[in-house]
């Protein structure tokens, strides 16, 4: 089956620095990368996602990026503020099993 | 306004006993999950069901079960069989269009 693997575990950056995580994915078949901000206490909340026929997608000062050929996909917040805070998850999907697989998750803190 | 609501929030189990956790939306999805996520670690299916009277077992099913008997509803039971039920569980949703999950904001179960 599908395993996705999330890099790194925690993360700290500077208020107004960019954050990069990476994720790499097992199964080719997978066509459907979305990425989630889950806050202490809560559940995950959807913040982009990218689908196999598109190499790059933004939206304010988030992106994610897309390599196939390599299979894996980062997320980009740029600029930083204290409210990004919080743990990251990558995931993948595919047509085979209708359901998603996640990465381990990223803890990312930003310092004021 | 529409959601998807989990209860209760948290949820405190004896050994050897079975314990009901709700997951309802009226989101009008056909897709239903369950997950269950650890201390620092990313979230494992469970259960998912794509449509109503139909599910499918995840990657840890033992010791777990649900039911799909209307749209809105996909109880899972942590049964007495499940030697490490202490965690944090999330029921999510989604259309058969939109991949992405809508999350509930999760039960904490406890093991006293």
């Known amino acids: 089956g599908e395993n996705v693997e999330q890099h790194p575990s925690t993360l700290s950056v500077q208020e107004g620095d960019s954050a990069v995580i990476k994720c790499t994915y097992s199964?080719?078949?997978?066509?459907?990368f979305p990425w989630y901000k889950q806050e202490l206490g809560k559940g995950p909340q959807l913040i982009i996602d990218i689908r196999s026929n598109v190499g790059e997608k933004k939206d304010q000062r988030i992106a994610v990026t897309l390599n196939k050929t390599a299979k894996h996909f980062s997320l980009h917040i740029t600029e930083t503020q204290p409210e990004d805070s919080a743990v990251y998850f990558c995931a993948a999907r595919n047509t085979g099993r209708r359901a998603l697989t996640f990465g381990s998750g990223t803890r990312l803190q930003v310092q004021p | 306004d529409g959601g998807i609501t989990q209860s209760p929030k948290y949820l405190f189990r004896k050994e050897g006993q079975n314990v009901t956790l709700s997951c309802e939306q009226n989101?009008?999805?056909?897709?239903m999950y369950w997950y269950r996520q650890d201390p620092g670690q990313g979230l494992r299916l469970i259960y998912y069901s794509q449509i109503v009277n139909d599910f499918q077992k995840g990657d840890i099913a033992e010791g777990y079960s649900v039911s799909r008997e209307k749209k809105e509803s996909f109880p899972l039971t942590v049964t007495s069989a499940q030697k490490n039920p202490t965690a944090f569980y999330l029921c999510a949703s989604s259309t058969g269009q939109n991949l992405g999950y809508t999350f509930g904001s999760g039960t904490r179960l406890t093991v006293v």
């Open positions: 199964d080719s078949a997978s066509n459907y």
């Open positions: 989101l009008n999805h056909d897709a």
